[in-house]
């Protein structure tokens, strides 16, 4: 394996995942999301790093709505000690990060790299893919893995909740492992079933917490773990736009596999080989973030 990087990260109490970087040498941090495809820089760079607004003129889609955008160099970038500033990116025309984030790195900048995630010790290192195919756990002789299908740079793994097969998102920018809805009916039950329980009063009624029975990611079998539960959603289509009546069925994944689990653990993703290998750090696996007042993305 051929490390090619070092990122120093933090986890935030709302369990975001951030590197340290910088632009024209003035520190920067950068939010990992796996779990979304497309990188973009935040519009405040222009200001912040006085980047110029020359660049291919191009629109971004995202579960929001539509934004435009430039594609263009940040100059002096880096993220750790990786050099990207002869690399090309989208950069938003507005401020959509928290303050003192300027970029979120996505599928399709980090799944040019195996990814090395230890936030016990705040980092990630980026590799090049391991193409002698063996196991790339240096850390430990014992270790757990996981199959992986990737779709549109986003990486899903194959799991098992209360014995039926899904597949969950891959996703660092959601602070807590997700289950929809749409997952819960086809185990035969619903948001009335008894043992679901309200969560998060910001969105009232459609989080909920329940303990299920078991859940394997891969070989590592977690048992009776308390999981959070976003109703799904089914919406009339815009009459105007439609002859007949159609419904617009929820497209999200089933499940979110997020941040409470990948801190938890010290995972390797090898995403051409299709594989996740990882080891169970301690401490509880589905602990809500310190700050759950706004946990990370629970919206998305």
């Not at 369990?15 to 820089?41: C, E, H, M, R, Y």
């Not at 912040?48 to 020359?54: K, L, V």
């Not at 629109?59 to 090309?88: C, M, Q, W, Y």
């Not at 619903?190 to 998060?200: F, H, I, Y």
Request: glycine share 8%.
């Amino acid at each position: 394996m051929a490390k090619i990087a070092d990122l120093h990260v933090t986890v935030t109490p709302r369990n975001a995942i951030l590197v340290d970087g910088s632009i024209k040498g003035q520190p920067a941090k950068f939010l990992v999301d796996v779990g979304t495809n497309g990188t973009v820089f935040d519009g405040t760079v222009f200001s912040q790093f006085g980047i110029p607004h020359d660049g291919k003129q191009a629109r971004l889609t995202s579960e929001t709505g539509e934004s435009n955008a430039i594609i263009r160099t940040v100059p002096d970038l880096k993220f750790g000690n990786f050099v990207g500033d002869n690399l090309h990116w989208y950069i938003a025309d507005h401020h959509f990060l928290p303050d003192g984030v300027y970029a979120l790195l996505a599928g399709d900048f980090l799944q040019s790299f195996d990814l090395d995630l230890d936030l016990a010790h705040n980092t990630i290192g980026l590799y090049q893919h391991n193409t002698c195919h063996s196991e790339p756990v240096y850390w430990s002789q014992s270790f757990s893995e996981a199959d992986l299908i990737v779709r549109d740079n986003r990486i899903f793994v194959a799991v098992e909740l209360n014995g039926t097969a899904t597949e969950a998102l891959f996703d660092s920018g959601s602070s807590r492992t997700i289950i929809s809805t749409r997952m819960t009916h086809r185990l035969g039950f619903d948001e009335t079933a008894p043992g679901m329980t309200q969560a998060n009063a910001a969105h009232p009624g459609n989080f909920y917490t329940y303990r299920f029975s078991e859940l394997k990611v891969g070989d590592e079998v977690i048992k009776n773990p308390l999981l959070y539960v976003r109703r799904s959603q089914v919406l009339k289509v815009d009459m105007r736009l439609s002859k007949t009546a159609q419904l617009a069925y929820d497209q999200r994944p089933d499940a979110y596999l997020g941040a409470d689990f990948i801190k938890t653990h010290h995972i390797y993703l090898a995403p051409k080989d299709r594989k996740m290998y990882f080891t169970y750090n301690g401490g509880g696996i589905f602990s809500p973030p310190q700050d759950s007042s706004a946990a990370g993305r629970e919206d998305k």
